[in-house]
């Protein structure tokens, strides 16, 4: 029997998503998505939920048991190789009592879970079992942003340009869809994680540092402190990953805050930041700015940033709660890479 990679949309719906993909619904999705992994995965996931609809004004989802059930069915699952969050959005958080994460316990092999942004508790608290891996990457319909962007602020296109950024976007999308999900399916096979490159831009760094990451999307991230899901974020032994976008840096300063308030500053080995921004405004000097507030005098721990994790692409996958050294590359040039998966 082939394993599975389950597909997942607990966030934000994925109607507008289809579009773009040229199909109708969650099964012509599956269909397509089967094409691009190949033949040594089959492609599954509950098409209600998939295609279910959100309603800001009627508390977004209506579904939230279902979510629930069809996460820990995924994780109890022992032919289920990987769980793949197809987009973040919202309305997820709530439901992380629901979810049965001691199912976990149970499997004879681990599962992988990806996503990001809204999924950040999700992939954190996988991340944290013996028989879980959390990776902190984009899902599929992340492309559609994140290569727009990526032709605004990378190759200069505008709406003057031929092409135009969305333009673009389309040429590129399916090819790149197709690479995203071979990737997921050799990482499957070959357990494999790319390096990470950074740049050191506070305190000091020795080469073969080891360090294993916890965080992920700020703003989600803060929700987990204090919560029963606080010690899968915990900084103790770790280094904290961060990144954000489309809000106000007043907005990053209380989030900030409240990992000042929580003690987290004084427990953790040192801080990644990835890609901060808002529209086409680069956030990130507005951040190392915020952290100069926060960050006690008395530690001089190391602050690398990098611009392959977060709302961007293209995107690194990173392992979370994974052993990893930092490698020295040039000045204050780095490279973090995964010990072992």
């Known amino acids: 029997m082939r394993r599975a990679i389950h597909l997942i949309a607990p966030a934000g719906g994925l109607n507008s998503f289809y579009g ?9 999705m599956i269909d397509l998505f089967q094409q691009y992994v190949g033949g040594d995965f089959v492609l599954s996931g509950d098409c209600a939920i998939l295609d279910a ?10 579904d939230d048991e279902d979510r629930a059930h ?4 995924a994780l109890a699952d022992d032919n289920v190789s990987a769980i793949l969050a197809v987009r973040g959005g919202a309305w997820f958080t709530r439901i992380l009592p629901k979810i049965d994460f001691s199912v976990l316990d149970g499997r004879s092999s681990p599962v992988r879970v990806f996503g990001f942004s809204e999924l950040t508790p999700l992939v954190n608290i996988v991340a944290h079992h013996a028989m879980g891996r959390g990776f902190h990457d984009m899902g599929p319909a992340f492309l559609v942003y994140g290569l727009k962007r990526h032709a605004t602020q990378v190759l200069k ?7 135009t950024p969305q333009e673009w976007m389309q ?29 050191l831009v506070r ?91 926060h960050l006690p ?41 995964c010990d072992s998966h």
């Open 157 to 163: 296109l505008s709406e003057s340009t031929d092409p």
């Open 53 to 62: 609809i959100e309603d800001e004004f009627r508390g977004g989802r209506t």
């Open 203 to 293: 305190g000091q760094l020795d080469d073969a540092t080891p360090a294993a990451f916890v965080g992920g999307n700020l703003t989600v991230l803060s929700t987990m402190i204090g919560s029963q899901f606080a010690q899968a974020v915990s900084p103790d032994h770790h280094w904290i990953v961060l990144e954000d976008f489309n809000d106000k840096v007043e907005r990053f300063d209380r989030f900030l805050a409240h990992l000042t308030l929580a003690g987290y500053w004084e427990r953790f080995q040192g801080l990644l930041l990835g890609d901060f921004h808002r529209g086409d405004t680069d956030l990130l000097p507005a951040i190392l700015a915020l952290l100069d507030h």
């Open 20 to 28: 773009h993909l040229s199909v109708q619904n969650a099964q012509e």
């Open 70 to 73: 069809d996460i820990t069915n």
């Open 171 to 199: 040429r590129n999308f399916h090819e790149q869809m197709a690479t995203y999900l071979k990737g997921v399916a050799h990482h499957l096979i070959e357990d494999t994680t790319p390096s990470l490159p950074a740049r």
């Open 297 to 337: 005098p008395t530690r001089d721990f190391p602050v690398l940033t990098t611009s392959q994790v977060g709302h961007v692409w293209p995107m690194i996958p990173l392992p979370l709660n994974r052993i990893g050294r930092w490698s020295n590359i040039t000045g204050d040039k780095f490279e973090w890479t």
